[in-house]
């Protein structure tokens, strides 16, 4: 779909692009673009949290994710008897992501669930769906505890995450559905926002990686992220 990586140099993001309050129906909510990557990340706070964690003062993040049948082509069918393992691996990392980052504790027996809907999938869906989503969440957070900010109340962080890859001889930064395709390594990283790794999903699908491609995929994610970061606390503060 993107004609954008023919042209972008291998150590830089897409453009990015965050509009808060998309949805009035919601406490929060981000329509969160990357080049041509479009989520909508919409959280939802509810006075409840699931019955394992009933009656321990604590609170729940969670996420779903759902990429919308006209968001590809061709179009990706809706399967309404049950929810795919491509879907499932995607939406427990979002929620893993985003619980690496909140105090449970201070955020007292309520649920956020942060629903990343897939407008348009151009590579790196589940990877803008944690970017996007931290923001979503820092808005929920902030609806229930006002005045609370990064490090300041619930949110001990913020999180965000980027692709990687090995294509060729070439390491590159935020995968497009274009490099994704070509990749030989593609990798998602996933880190807080001052610096920590909460998780790396790496596969060498068509050809195997030395310890050096890994570190130049992990000073490039951080890179990336480090970017990320500052977009979202420039946004927060907005
Ligand atoms: N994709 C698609 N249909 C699918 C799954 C993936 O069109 O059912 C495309 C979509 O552009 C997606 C890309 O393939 O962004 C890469 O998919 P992957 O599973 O690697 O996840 P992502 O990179 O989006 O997190």
Redesign the pocket.
């Known amino acids: 779909?993107s004609t954008a990586s023919v042209t972008r140099p291998s150590d830089q993001i897409r453009e990015v692009k965050i509009e808060r309050g998309y949805l009035k129906s919601c406490p929060a909510s981000v329509l969160y673009s990357s080049g041509d990557?479009v989520v909508l990340c919409a959280a939802s706070v509810e006075p409840s949290v699931p019955p394992w964690l009933e009656g321990k003062g604590k609170g729940w993040v969670t996420a779903e994710y759902n990429?919308l049948p006209g968001?590809?082509?061709p179009r990706?069918r809706r399967d309404r008897s049950k929810v795919?393992g491509?879907t499932t691996e995607?939406q427990r990392l979002i929620g893993r992501s985003l619980r690496s980052i909140i105090d449970l504790n201070a955020l007292g027996e309520q649920m956020i669930t942060v629903d990343c809907d897939?407008l348009q999938?151009?590579?790196?869906?589940?990877?803008?769906?944690i970017t996007g989503g931290f923001i979503a969440l820092a808005d929920a957070v902030a609806s229930i505890i006002p005045g609370s900010t990064i490090g300041n109340g619930p949110l001990l962080d913020s999180v965000a995450a980027i692709?990687v890859g090995v294509i060729g001889d070439e390491l590159k930064l935020d995968?497009d559905?274009e490099l994704?395709?070509a990749a030989d390594v593609?990798m998602?990283v996933i880190m807080t926002g001052s610096g920590r790794f909460v998780e790396i999903q790496g596969t060498g699908e068509e050809a195997t990686f030395d310890d050096e491609q890994l570190a130049g995929l992990i000073r490039l994610a951080k890179k990336g992220i480090g970017e990320l970061t500052t977009m979202q606390r420039t946004v927060l503060k907005q």
Request: proline share 0%; hydrophobic share 25%; charged share 25%.
């Open positions: 779909m990557t990429m968001s590809t082509s990706k795919d491509r995607i897939v999938a151009d590579g790196g869906t589940r990877t803008a769906s692709s995968l559905y994704d395709s593609d998602n």
